[in-house]
């Protein structure tokens, strides 16, 4: 069993950044797979970036230029650090983790408001 854990949301003006933590348990990090995915009001669960145990990353659409996320397997910690936050980009931020079976954090309020 994967212990998820993130960290870091909160309230954030339009234009404004924020950094995202997520920790998971367990000596194989290095092989995770790690992720970002995030929830709006009344949507559907969105993967918003994703890291491989390689360092290779992918991001959606909606949030490429703007999000990075980097992995410090020292830490057992995946990143997420978000740039020119919008309005939209207000979610509950899930950090997911694959191995062998897949384990969520119990997410972390992003909230982007003037």
């Known amino acids: 069993q994967v212990q998820v854990v993130e960290s870091g949301g909160g309230l954030v003006q339009p234009g404004g950044s924020l950094r995202l933590s997520c920790t998971a348990s367990g000596n194989m990090f290095r092989f995770y797979v790690m992720g970002w995915y995030r929830q709006a009001p009344g949507k559907q669960r969105e993967l918003a970036a994703s890291i491989s145990s390689g360092g290779n990353t992918n991001y959606a659409d909606a949030v490429k230029g703007r999000f990075t996320i980097s992995r410090d397997n020292a830490k057992n910690t995946v990143y997420l650090q978000m740039n020119s936050l919008k309005f939209e980009d207000t979610a509950i931020y899930y950090c997911?983790?694959?191995?062998?079976?897949?384990?969520w954090g119990q997410g972390t309020q992003v909230t982007v408001s003037s």
């Open positions: 997911n983790v694959k191995y062998y079976n897949d384990y």
